[in-house]
C-alpha cells in the first residue's frame, strides 16, 4: 500500500510538472513590445494568470485585453483572442480598431451624435457615417488607464473622463476590474460616478477564435443567445426603437446553431452589417444579477465559452470587415469572419429612444455593471 501510494504521489508530481512546463511554454509576447508614452503617461503590458494556468495579457492602452491562453480538448494550449504584436498596431488604429478595448462612454451608436436631457442639447464626436459610435473619435479604447493595483490575477484600472470630453457632459470617474477567477473566468466589473447628467453604456470588446487566433473561420462556431426579440437597425445601423421576435429569421439563436449557417440568406438586417452586429434583447428573470447572456462552442477543439452579465442586451458582431490586411501576434492575417465579438451592454441610441431602458447616470448614483466570460472544454 505504501509503494502504491508513493507511486501516486510521483504520478500526480509528474502530472503538475508537465501542467507547469505547458504553462510556461506559452508564447506570451514580451513587455517591451508595449513599453511606450502615450498622451504623457506610461504604457505597459501587464500578464495574470490563475491556478490552473489561464493566461491573460493586458495594456492600459484603452484597457485592452491582447491575449488569453487556454487548453482544447487534447490539452494543447492556443491564444483565442484576436491582437496585435506591438502596442504600434493599435496605436495605429489599423483593422478593427476596437481589437480587445474598452468601449465608452457610449457602446454603439447614438444618432447623429445627438441627445437631451432636460431639455439641453448635445452635440458628440461623429464619425462611421456621421455617428458617434463607441463613445467619439477618442472613445475609452483610446486613452491611457491608470494602473490602481494589480496581483497575479487581478489588475484595477481608473480614469477620469473629464466633462464635455467627445462632448458628453459631466465628470465621469470609472473604476474597472479585471480578473482571471480560479474556475476559469474572465470577470469585468465596472463601477462609474459621475457630477452632471450623462449617458454612459460601457462594455468590452474582445475578438474571440475559440480554434485560436487566425485559425480559420468562426462560421462553424454553435452559438445559443438567451433572447426571444433583437432590436432591428437601419442602414446606419441606428435602431428602429422596435423589439422584433427573432422567431423564422436569422436572428434566431434560441437553439445552438453554426454562427455561419444563415449569415447569408437574404435580408436586410444582415445586408446592412455585411453579417450580424445586432443586439439580441436577453431573456432575464432579474433586474440587475448575472445571468447566462449567451454560449459559444468550438466543436473542433472542444472549447466552449459562456458569457454572463448583469445588462439587458447583448451585442453579437461576426468580425464583418477584417480583410487580410492586418497580421496578428502568431504571425497570421486577420481575415474575413476570424473573430466574434460578444459585447454585453445597453442598447445603442437609448438617450434618444423612449421604449429603451434608461442609459442616463445621475449624480448621487453608481453605475454597475458585470460581464463574465466563462472557459471551459467538452
Known sequence: MKTRFSLLLLFISLLVGCQSKQKTSLSLLPET?????????QVALYTLQNKMGITMQVTNYGARVVSIWTPDKTGHWDDIVAGRPTIKGYVSGAGERFLGATIG????????????????????????????????????????????????????????SKDMEEGFPGNLKVKMTYSITDDNAFKIEYTATTDEATPINLTHHTFFNLHGEGNGSINDHILY???????????????????????????????PIAMGTRINQKDKQLEYCNGYDHNFVL???????????????DPISGRYLNIYTTEPGIQFYSGNFSDGSVIGKNGKPHTF??????????????????????TILKPGETYHQICIYQFGVK
Request: hydrophobic share 35%; charged share 25%; glycine share 6%.
Open 337 to 358: 469572419r476570424s473573430s466574434f465579438a460578444m459585447e454585453t451592454q445597453h442598447f445603442a441610441d437609448s438617450p434618444n429612444q423612449p421604449n429603451f431602458p434608461s
Open 33 to 41: 513590445a508595449f513599453d511606450s508614452i502615450i498622451d504623457g503617461k
Open 283 to 297: 431573456n432575464r428573470t432579474t433586474s440587475n444579477d448575472v445571468e447566462l447572456a449567451a454560449t459559444v462552442e
Open 225 to 255: 443567445i438567451n433572447a426571444d426579440s433583437y432590436t432591428p437597425i437601419n442602414k446606419k445601423q441606428i435602431p428602429l426603437g422596435t423589439f422584433e421576435k427573432v422567431a423564422n429569421t436569422p436572428f434566431d439563436f434560441r437553439k
Open 105 to 160: 462612454r457610449y457602446a454603439n451608436r447614438i444618432a447623429d451624435g445627438k441627445f437631451a436631457i432636460s431639455g439641453k442639447e448635445y452635440q458628440l464626436a461623429t464619425y462611421s457615417d456621421g455617428q458617434c459610435l463607441h463613445g467619439g473619435v477618442k472613445g475609452f479604447d483610446r486613452v491611457v488607464w491608470n494602473v490602481v493595483s494589480k496581483t497575479t490575477n487581478q489588475i484595477c484600472f481608473d480614469y477620469l
